[in-house]
């Protein structure tokens, strides 16, 4: 790194550049704002970035950037150019993503920039297939929206919550896919009962990589810690989303506990801006200084964002001991407005309800503000369910929840939201 981009990207320059705002949306530099306006083939006033540093993903061998290109929703062609420019070339989205317009913005920036798809390594994921004949059909409809023959790393299986999806018919699809030369890598998607997905798939050979929720909350959990050591032992590369950590907004009627967080957040935000990070680019690097990540997937749906995140990738410090008990604290402080995916816990006493799926739709829409995703994940439970949703005594599933959920009244609002 040369001497003038080391002085760009310093932290507390690239803070004083920023303005001291909140998650994601930082820098308000006027050159990065006309590299948004003028698209992607007008040579815009830009900073000069070196590429973001790269790891290895697991056993194979591939080179992937710590910063990877979250894409649940329609890629902005000056975004897609400037992640490319700036090295961040790992590009993930799904069939579902947008209903497939995140597939398509993709494809058809391939259409235009054909000679660029050799430097992306593009990642999709299936959609609640069933058969190995289900999975051919999302994998084809991706190439074709993609616009491409051969997806890098493809997650097969998706929104994994156990097993039992993991059987010797998928485990040859994947081989087959691969000495067809439609995929290269295969893997799947974790959101719930995380720790015991990835302790299961540790002992099989076949799995190349996991993205996995992960982020300053969940590495307090011994279990997910072990977990990840046993993947990284196996030689699977790992890439943490949902590094955020975001809490639902639930109502909270209890004033004592709404202002006890608003004091917590207080606290973290002003610790971490002294150290010169905004709230956000403190909880990437918590995750991202983790060697045995290979990458952190972050929706960056605007260049500033991209910048944001590309200063955190390329800052040298290690969190210090002091800051990570900060980020406990503050963990331990929130901990009832975050939903820590442990489905395995509180559904098996919650008669019959998708605990865990609600919750992730309610965090879609209060902490995403991604209204359509929010739905289409509450539209998939069964419609019994949905009828006696208010009616259930969800009093034994708020008693066992390790993070004391409101679970009850959570859930009566995602579904004044959501139905
Ligand atoms: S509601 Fe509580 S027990 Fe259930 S998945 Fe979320 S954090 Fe775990």
Redesign the pocket.
């Known amino acids: 790194m040369s001497r003038q981009d080391d002085k760009r990207i310093n932290r507390r320059n690239f803070l004083k550049t920023a303005g001291l705002v909140g998650v994601g949306s930082v820098i308000t530099a006027a050159k990065v704002k006309a590299a948004d306006a003028n698209g992607p083939n007008v040579p815009a006033a830009q900073p000069t970035i070196q590429k973001v540093p790269k790891r290895k993903l697991g056993k194979t061998g591939v080179e992937v950037p710590v910063l990877s290109l979250g894409l649940g929703r329609p890629g902005e062609p000056a975004v897609l150019r400037q992640s490319l420019d700036w090295g961040v070339n790992y590009w993930d989205t799904s069939l579902a993503a947008g209903n497939g317009t995140s597939e398509r913005s993709i494809g058809e920036f391939i259409a235009k920039n054909p000679e660029l798809r050799k430097d992306i390594f593009l990642v999709t994921k299936e959609n609640k297939s069933k058969t190995p004949d289900d999975l051919e059909k999302c994998l084809q409809t991706s190439l074709k929206q993609l616009n491409t023959n051969c997806i890098d790393l493809y997650f097969g299986v998706y929104m994994v919550n156990d097993m039992v999806r993991f059987t010797d018919d998928i485990k040859k699809w994947a081989e087959d896919a691969k000495k067809r030369g439609v995929i290269k890598h295969f893997g799947f998607t974790t959101h ?1 009962n995380m720790p015991q997905c990835l302790m299961a798939a540790s002992k099989l050979d076949w799995i190349d990589a996991i993205m996995t929720s992960y982020n300053f909350r969940l590495s307090q959990d011994k279990q997910m810690q072990d977990a990840i050591d046993a993947c990284n032992k196996a030689g699977i590369g790992l890439i943490a989303m949902k590094t955020q950590a975001m809490r639902q907004r639930g109502p909270n009627t209890d004033p004592n506990a709404v202002a006890a967080e608003a004091e917590a957040d207080r606290k973290m935000l002003a610790h971490f801006l002294e150290k010169g990070f905004t709230e956000g680019q403190a909880k990437i690097k918590a995750v991202m200084d983790d060697q045995r990540f290979s990458s952190v997937c972050s929706a960056m749906t605007s260049t500033t964002m991209l910048m944001s995140n590309i200063a955190v990738a390329h800052d040298k410090t290690k969190l210090a001991a002091e800051d990570m008990d900060v980020l406990k604290q503050y963990a331990q402080a929130t901990c009832s407005g ?6 395995h ?3 098996p006493v919650a008669l019959g309800v998708p ?2 799926d609600i ?1 992730r739709a309610l965090m879609y829409h209060d902490s995403y503000g991604d209204i359509a995703h929010a739905k289409a994940v509450f539209a998939e439970i069964p419609a019994d369910v949905k009828q006696r949703l208010l009616s259930v005594d969800y009093s034994a ?1 708020e008693h ?4 004391r ?1 409101q ?1 009850g009244k959570l859930i009566a609002d995602a579904a004044a939201k959501l139905a």
């Not at 066992?400 to 993070?403: D, E, G, K, L, S």
């Open positions: 719930q975050y939903c820590a995916g442990c489905a816990i509180c559904e605990v865990g919750m599933a066992v929840c390790p993070n959920m679970i």
